[in-house]
């Protein structure tokens, strides 16, 4: 999967959980740049991320997140 297929994909996920068709995530994007995402709508964000990309993302994993950029490193990682 190319990074900007990658992308693609995670906006889909985005615009899902949080109901909201603008969003249009990059590297950059935090928690800091999306209405509602708080603590409890991370872990749905986890949760659709797994299931949509059939993977499974580690604690230790989630505690190096800092943007969508480190998030998209995890995914590529694990389905290569």
Avoid: C
């Amino acid at each position: 999967m190319s990074n900007e297929e990658l992308y693609v994909e995670l906006n889909k996920v985005f615009r899902e959980l949080f109901m909201d068709d603008s969003i249009t995530v990059t590297p950059q994007t935090s928690a800091k740049s999306i209405e509602h995402w708080d603590s409890f709508n991370h872990i749905n964000l986890l949760l659709a991320i797994e299931m949509h990309f059939g993977i499974t993302i580690s604690a230790k994993e989630v505690e190096n997140l800092v943007n969508v950029g480190d998030l998209a490193a995890v995914i590529e990682r694990k389905l290569s």
